[in-house]
Nanobody
Framework: VQLQASGGGLVQAGGTLRLSCAAG????????MGWYRQAPGKQRELVAT???????AYADSVKGRFTISRDTAKNTVYLQMNSLKPEDTAVYYC???????????WGQGTQVTVSS
């Protein structure tokens, strides 16, 4: 489906990571891209997304620590994660709407593990 997430890893609490989600050129609408996460035993939840009005929205738990951004020339969406906490440990997925069929698709996920 051409959503490739990367950048996960193991980091200590207080550390930083930057996730990337590469979308196929002219395949996904960059304005619809977002990041979600799923921790073991929990439901997948929204972390950060671009809104239809051109802004951004964040889960309360990551506000002030995470930043979503995009590089339209590279068809890539980023999630800068600062001040990471053990509770941020999860598999992170990018999500976006494919232009061709207006359906939302998931990338394959990247593991983020924050040690205390």
């Amino acid at each position: 489906v051409q959503l490739q997430a990367s950048g996960g890893g193991l980091v200590q609490a207080g550390g930083t990571l930057r996730l990337s989600c590469a979308a196929g050129r002219n395949v996904f609408s960059m304005n619809t891209m977002g990041w979600y996460r799923q921790a073991p035993g929990k439901q997948r939840e929204l972390v950060a997304t671009f809104t239809s009005g051109g802004g951004t929205a964040y889960a309360d738990s990551v506000k002030g620590r995470f930043t979503i951004s995009r590089d339209t020339a590279k068809n890539t969406v980023y999630l800068q994660m600062n001040s990471l906490k053990p509770e941020d440990t999860a598999v992170y997925y990018c999500n976006g709407k494919r232009i061709r069929d207006a359906q939302y698709y998931w990338g394959q996920g990247t593991q983020v593990t924050v040690s205390s």
